[in-house]
Nanobody, 124 residues
Framework: VQLQASGGGLVQAGGSLRLSCAAS????????MGWFRQAPGKEREFVAA????????RYAESVKDRFSISRDNGKNTVYLQMNNLKPEDTAVYYC??????????????????WGQGTLVTVSS
């Protein structure tokens, strides 16, 4: 599975962005998907995840009620809608695929495939 993340950019605090992650490869729509982020000098952290069906999602407490993950399996694309962005959301955002189709896991090591990352910068 190959993953291509896009949609990052510079936005003012309180603004919105939508990230996209296009997946290619056989059976990519059967994978659970996640978004993670990594700020300079910090560990990569979980943001959101969604099962292959899209019925189950999970969010980090820091983004709950501001971010929304969704997927369009017909387009093999996962989205992360980010609203009310804060300067502390500044990071490189990565999408990842988990071969276990039924879980929305927060654990980095559970994901077998990773995209290249897209930079989100939120100015105050």
């Amino acid at each position: 599975v190959q993953l291509q993340a896009s949609g990052g950019g510079l936005v003012q605090a309180g603004g919105s962005l939508r990230l996209s992650c296009a997946a290619s490869g056989r059976t990519s729509s059967s994978y659970s998907m996640g978004w993670f982020r990594q700020a300079p000098g910090k560990e990569r952290e979980f943001v959101a995840a969604i099962t292959s069906s899209g019925y189950s999602t999970r969010y980090a407490e820091s983004v709950k009620d501001r971010f929304s993950i969704s997927r369009d399996n017909g387009k093999n694309t996962v989205y992360l809608q980010m609203n009310n962005l804060k300067p502390e959301d500044t990071a490189v955002y990565y999408c990842a695929a988990d071969e276990s189709w039924a879980r929305a896991t927060m654990t980095v090591s559970d994901y077998e495939y990773w995209g290249q990352g897209t930079l989100v910068t939120v100015s105050s």
